[in-house]
């Protein structure tokens, strides 16, 4: 226990001397969380508080382009801006850089009377099919496409939202016109008002409810998904200072060192794992802790840590381990310290993409949606996900974490091999 404890204190202080790695370890992280977070916490509001830009030009001056116009406001997602005079591709483009819009429309001027004789087409054929006559009515050919401009900056998600939404809005214009004229038709006088609005605004309420193991009903934030995932990514960056660390003894000459001295370097390995993993404790309650008391004051909303604090620590002792086998690994098979960083930095980054740290797992196809499987942050993730998202107790990671324990033995397996070939032990 003496010759453990006394090589802590060794690698304690050599640690401390490394000043850039704990900014890596530490700083980085923790400004990642913070910057990744609130993007993402801009991008789950955009519905409930950003709103689109959209810039319309409206060149009819029917009822309907007004109705439609009217409904796009309606769905809370625009923004929207007039702009007057005849606008053509090259015009509309460059009123929506001016006023940096995402999104432009133009209203084409024969808009209205298409829609009023579409609709008074379908009430004719309506009545038709009920055994009464209804006016014959010239159609004017098929309503134009109303054409959408949009910045290439936009996602392909987010135009398919803004696509359902629009087609909502004009659905609504054709539907009212449809009814206003079948009514008309039918009793030879307008539509009332609340009985428009009674059958248009007649639809089934929608209740989203997060499915949690635990029976709460708390809707997870951005916060709730982007903590635990970067904690994962901040544990397995300690690659960066660790390996580089078992690099620089084997260049120097220390494993040949302690092979003439009454020990043994398994003492020394057994040493870092236990100094890294106290680091990447410290890196997860410093992280947890920003999340749950800085996070407020910045406008972001809080961390609620899992109800099952026992699991929490075993799944960030297990994560950790993992992380420390790691980069024990790649220092023992690198030759030098650049390759050590190098590869490191490019693994972890590699990992973390298909461990669905970047990009979720559930929208992965083919190849690497299977990766994922053989990533260890995969397996980190989803159980910090089963407790802070689904409300998780310790039977329900117990799984994940025996893929993780596994994960970690082979790495340790990996990393004696090759102390062993290197007749470093």
Known sequence: MFKLAATIVKDVRILLRDKVGIALMFIMPIVLVVVVTSIQNSTFQLVNKNKLSIIINNSDTGDAS??????????????????????????????????????????????????NAKSKSVAGKALKSFGL???????????????????????ENIRLSVQGALRSALQLVESRETLRSLYFSMNEKELPEKLENEMLNNQTAINEIPVSKDGTRTTPNATQHNVPAWTIFAMFFIIMSLSGSVVREKVSGSFIRLKTLPTNYLVGMLSKQITYLAVTMLQAAVIFSIGIWLFPYVGLPALNLPSDVLALVIVTIVCGWCAVSYAMCVGVFAQTQEQANGFGAVSIVILACVGGLMVPSFAMQGFFKSAANISPMHWCLQAYYSLFLEGGKLKDVLNNILLLFIITLLLQVLTFVGLKRKNLI
């Open 66 to 115: 007004k109705q439609l116009i009217k409904a796009i406001n309606k769905i809370g997602m625009f923004k929207a801006t007039q702009v007057s005079g005849d606008q053509n591709e090259q015009k509309i483009a460059g009123a929506m850089h001016q006023q940096d819009a995402m999104l432009g429309i133009i209203i084409p001027s024969d808009f209205s009377a298409k829609v």
């Open 133 to 155: 006559e209804g006016d014959s009515v010239k159609t004017l050919g098929d309503i134009d496409p109303l054409t959408v401009y949009y910045n290439p900056v936009l996602q």
